[in-house]
């Protein structure tokens, strides 16, 4: 599965899957047409549309954010395929909309749901969204009677000086979770575990290594792609040259490989055995430009050390 932001070639499936699931349940309203009938201009003036896609490129799911007054932003025409429930394709395309709406620095997010989509409501409240009072001066939707909204907390960009305090604080940590495990896989999983916490990345993991391909090993953050050849992207690059790679915009890397659409910046640290091989990456993302520096490089390179003893992952 593989999130996407709006293009073109999908609006008729945006349009086709929200009729389906309005009429499921209710009927297409005037201001929903209205909608439908004005997708670019949304686009265009700051709205954005994710979609999950399968490997056949198959539209699951789909969500809508768009900037609303006083830097609030509102999540709408959320919908999914029935056959796609419980596959996480609606919460994918939901928190990538909430991902977005943090990169334009909103301070709120706000949605006006029924009362009678309860697997919809369900996903509301385990992202923190809170009920409110339905305003109906603002959303004139019959369908309308419950409502939520999700308070923003932005997060300051850290200093070098306490980027530094971090890596010092989280390395011995590190180090006394590998001692002595014998299977590497839950080492990897506990330093990716450790690193997100502290560091509050978008996205942090491993790939490891299986012939001439990297593999999806433990990682936190969204879905990410399953197989990297040797040579390709940031990270099948890193392999092949041997060294981290630190990019500062991912869009200009030759041959990135989008997993999200939400990374902006991203560093891959190769990890060395003791006899010299590469046994796996450590592949993290930020969704901010040029989140990481030589420090970053540094200390992350002494996180992988710690791993040197395992001759291979899997």
Known sequence: MKIVPFSPEL???????????ISAMF???TADIEEFSNIEKAIENGAQIFFALDDKKNVLACCMIRPCANNEWEILKFAAKGMSTGTGAGSACF???????????????????????????HIYRKFGFAEVPVDKTKFPFERGDIAFELVLKHENIMTKSEKISIYETVLPQIESLVLGVKYGISSLANIAAVLQRSLNFFWTGFYVVEGDTLLLGPFQ??????????????????????????????????????????????IV????????????????DSDR????????????EKVVEVLKGYERFV
């Open 289 to 300: 430009l040029a989140t990481f520096d030589d420090t970053d490089k540094m200390y992350l």
């Open 95 to 121: 928190k990538a909309c909430i991902d977005y709406a943090k990169q334009q620095n909103a301070d709120k997010i706000i949605i006006v749901s029924n009362k009678k989509l309860s697997q919809a409501l």
């Open 11 to 21: 609006k008729n499936d945006f349009v086709e899957l929200n009729k389906v699931w």
């Open 221 to 266: 953050g969204d879905v990410a792609c399953i197989k990297i050849p040797k040579g390709k992207g940031v990270c099948g690059t890193a392999w092949q040259e041997r060294k981290t790679i630190v990019v500062e915009d991912v869009e200009k890397f030759p041959g990135h490989i989008a997993c999200s659409s939400l990374s902006k910046s991203e």
């Open 27 to 29: 009927r297409i309203e």
């Open 269 to 284: 640290v190769p990890v060395f055995s003791a006899s010299g091989e590469i046994t796996a990456v450590l592949d993290i």
